[in-house]
């Protein structure tokens, strides 16, 4: 049984599979003399795959392994002198140190193995952007599956680790998420201060660093909604739209009957009672242009949706709901006040 046991150790070994403790446990049976001779057994087989890339250790480590090393010929010595055979003395003395040398690189490769092991450095992360610029949306598709649309001026970070023991994923905008189901992998947003978690869902997720407002409106499934600064948990089911004021910290949360927080995907604008500076913030990006706001007492809040239209059309309309005129200035646009 132990046989079967140090095999499987010095294969996963070799492989540079063994655990810390797994190369503990092989290095204390290879430095036991009374089993010298089941080494011959396991090694035979093994020899030609022994890790001959080893990284030296340090000195004092090094000067500790040759006082093991001068032990186990000392042993192997002793051995060999007190054979009763003289005939077979020669015989014994190679298959001695032979076995011996086995030991010694094993022990040599195993304690180096350990060393590489307990230094090695944290696999290094390196990222993947996506991203859409001003005017613009794009469709991504991950290694899961999971399927999204990115609104105008979004990035999306992807983890080269994405799908192997978690899915997380680093995003800065506007998105429309179709989650793949994986109950072992819970899928993860994380945005600002904000973080948003799932099995298997779909759900319109929008924080734009520049903007005062976190929202997140769900079709399908359900979504929990973690915001730190505001030292908030919520859960959101489908057919809800949730709003956080980073500002204040307010947060709203209603039922829909039709999700028009998506309608952007189809190239509509939609605003429910939205503060104007919020609706300047998503003109500029939906429209690449600049568009600024000059007015003393903007508090305006907009409620419309505007189908596919040019941007005249909607600064048209914003003015003439709220009585504020426009210019143009180079390409800007200007929306002002005459007060």
Same mark, same amino acid.
């Given at each position: ?8 150790? &010095? ?17 204390? !049976? ?10 011959? &057994?396991? $090694?035979?087989? &093994? !020899? ?28 192997? *010595?002793?051995? +060999? ?58 469709? %991504? ?11 105008? +001026? ?10 192997? /023991? ?7 905008? /506007? ?42 409106? $769900? ?26 004021? *980073? ?10 009957? /039709?999700?028009?927080?998506?309608? !952007? ?17 998503? %003109? ?14 903007? +508090? ?36 002002? +006040?005459?007060?």
């Amino acid at each position: 049984m132990q046989d079967t046991i140090i095999i499987l150790l &010095l294969q996963k070994y070799i492989k540079n599979q063994c655990s810390e403790q797994e190369l503990h446990a092989l290095l204390h !049976w290879l430095k036991s003399p009374d089993n010298h001779a089941e080494l011959d &057994l396991v $090694v035979k087989p &093994l !020899w030609e795959t022994i890790d001959k890339n080893m990284s030296r250790p340090e000195g004092e480590r090094e000067k500790e392994l040759h006082e093991e090393v001068s032990l186990l010929l000392s042993e192997a *010595k002793e051995k +060999d002198t007190s054979t009763s055979k003289p005939g077979f003395r020669s015989k014994k003395r190679l298959n001695v140190f032979s076995r011996v040398a086995v030991i010694l690189i094993l022990v040599f490769s195993v304690t180096f193995g350990l060393l590489k092991v307990l230094d090695r450095p944290s696999p290094q992360i390196t990222y993947t952007e996506k991203r859409s610029d001003k005017g613009e949306k794009k469709n %991504i598709l991950l290694a899961d599956g999971t399927k999204i649309i990115l609104n105008s +001026d979004t990035k999306l970070r992807i983890p080269s680790d994405f799908n192997q /023991e978690e899915r997380v994923i680093e995003m800065e905008g /506007e998105g429309f998420f179709d989650v793949t189901p994986n109950p072992d992998k819970p899928f993860i947003i994380k945005s600002g201060e904000a973080q948003v978690k799932v099995l298997g869902t779909s759900f319109n997720f929008k924080s734009y660093k520049e903007d005062d407002f976190i929202k997140l409106t $769900v079709s399908t499934g359900k979504v929990r909604v973690n915001v730190a600064d505001q030292d908030l948990q919520l859960s959101v089911s489908p057919n809800e739209h949730l709003s956080v004021n *980073k500002v204040d910290g307010n947060v709203s949360k209603e039922t829909i009957q /039709e999700n028009n927080y998506i309608k !952007w995907i189809q190239g509509s604008l939609y605003f429910n009672k939205e503060p104007i500076r919020e609706v300047i913030k998503t %003109i500029n990006r939906t429209y690449n242009r600049k568009v600024i706001l000059q007015c003393k007492h903007c +508090d305006y809040k907009i409620t419309g949706t505007h189908d596919n239209k040019s941007i005249e059309a909607v600064i048209e309309a914003i003015c003439f709901t709220t009585g504020l005129h426009s210019r143009q200035e180079g390409d800007n646009i200007i929306i002002y +006040d005459k007060l």
